[in-house]
């Protein structure tokens, strides 16, 4: 059944992702379309033409910051990779003693797949997506994109690296594809959609940000 | 879409529709008058955003209506266009002319 209201998530992006000049008259002309009788479908595609448009513009119009935007999040990924690896290779010693006893999953977890260190490195990269959001504030949507595409060399050299490893025969864990797999993922797709969950985190609409000046 | 003097191709439909509008223009009828007259699908965003463009430029000027609840309390901007704006639709209009004039008849074409 058709409601009155328009489909939320759309209207939560608009609200934060859309181009920021005249973005309430924007939304309201959706919003009054979508009440005359357009389609769900209409006003989703609406929504994601809008916010492609506005990245597209602005990244034609201020490469600069687009180039700023992509630094500060390549710096965070190669600060964080180190990081995390540091905090793995200092605690190796500590590893060898299996203080997980006799547990294989906490050792696939910790050895293997090396979740903590890679939540490390998410949680550092949804950071980085909230601030790049609030450093551009006009252009957010589009930084916030160009940010998250910053964890993909990264990526890519990891991808070269590990196939000359497992062409060569030097991969050690041969019984551990799966962990290939989710290192894979987490490069490709999970570290630039941390960045995405922080951009939009940090991403506040203007009713939002007024409702909250009129509270303080 | 090609470029006439300083304006692009849509921002020259853009300043068309508003001088057909007159005093109604704002996003929806702007995008409803572009997608009549050229039979694209036109998404109401790029309008905002060749408008804004627009107005940086100097060619348009917009002022807020008053809200209303269809639209969730959020005010229509409308649009017009500057003395400046009328002048480079013009300009674009008469250098389309002398192009057109110097083209040989187009095969199907009605003129």
Redesign the interface.
Known sequence: MRTSEPPRLSTWLLERLAPRDKRESLVGDLLEQYREGRSAMWYRRQVCATIWAGVVADLRAHKLMAVRAVVIGGVAVILLTWLSEALRRSLFPWFATRPWGESEILRQVLVYYRLPFALIACLGLVLTGWMIARWHRDHRAAMVVVGALSPLPLAVQWSVETGRLLQAGLWPFWDFRLALLFHAALLFVGYPLCILIGGLRGARSDGEVASRMSIS | MAKLGILGGFELLVLIALLRLGDDA???PIANEIEASSGRSV????I??T???LERKGLVS?T?GE??A???G????YFRLTAKGLRDVRQARRTLIRLWQGVPKLEGDIV
């Open positions: 704002y996003g929806v998404s109401i965003g790029s905002y955003i408008l804004a463009r917009s807020l809200p209303t269809v639209r969730g959020r005010a229509k901007a």
